[in-house]
């Protein structure tokens, strides 16, 4: 089961590229000089916990950011979609 808070000194990355002004376009440019292609809606699928990023991508993603990759948390991924429930969990 993913955690759904960070552990540790963790910072979402999300809120840490908004904090620092940071475009999803800068950010995959920022990314892409580390080696990952990745596209804007690619950034915003993991941001809003639609897709969980892979290990290459998160280390990437924060040295793109500015910090140690042990140190990024992006947040527990959306509930599934249960067929027959309507309306999303709280």
Known sequence: ???TEPLGP???IKDFRLAH???QA???ERIGEQGVAITEAGI???ENGNKKASDRLLTAWAKALG???LNVWHG???PAVV???PGRAA
């Open 76 to 78: 527990p991924l959306r």
């Open 83 to 85: 067929p027959g429930k």
């Open 10 to 12: 963790m910072v979402r």
């Open 67 to 69: 910090v140690e990759p």
């Open 44 to 46: 915003s699928n993991v």
């Open 21 to 23: 002004g940071l475009s």
């Open 1 to 3: 089961m993913p955690a």
């Open 26 to 28: 800068q950010l995959v």
